[in-house]
């Protein structure tokens, strides 16, 4: 059974830091490819960051510069670091693992969340 468990979340003034972080469980971590989405009210997930099983990472172009996305395969943990956070990055942040196979369908899980709210 494929679990992601996303942990971090919380409130943060802007201009601040927070740090995301989701263990993965019933994969072999390593051939997949991990990555950090965000929803809000009303609108569709958006991709925030993700990072291939070779370390290749890429970034919405809204966090480039800010937000940081790593991975320990030993530990079968992704992380999202985020810093100078803006009003406008609040809202809950779902882990992703995605794998694609040779007949171009796809293999994806998504965890369960992490609301991250950014005010004063």
């Known amino acids: 059974q494929v679990q992601l468990v996303e942990s971090g979340g919380g409130l943060v003034q802007p201009g601040g830091s927070l740090r995301l972080s989701c263990a993965a469980s019933?994969?072999?971590?390593?051939?997949?490819?991990m990555g950090w989405y965000r929803q809000t009210p009303g609108n569709q997930r958006e991709l925030v960051a993700t990072i291939s099983r070779g370390g290749s990472t890429d970034y919405a172009d809204s966090v480039k510069g800010r937000f940081t996305i790593s991975k320990d395969n030993a530990k079968n943990m992704v992380y999202l670091q985020m810093n100078s956070l803006k009003p406008e990055d609040t809202a809950v942040y779902y882990c992703n693992a995605e794998r694609q196979y040779s007949d171009n369908t796809k293999e994806k899980y998504w965890g369960q969340g992490t609301q991250v709210t950014v005010s004063s």
């Open positions: 019933g994969i072999i971590f390593s051939i997949y490819t």
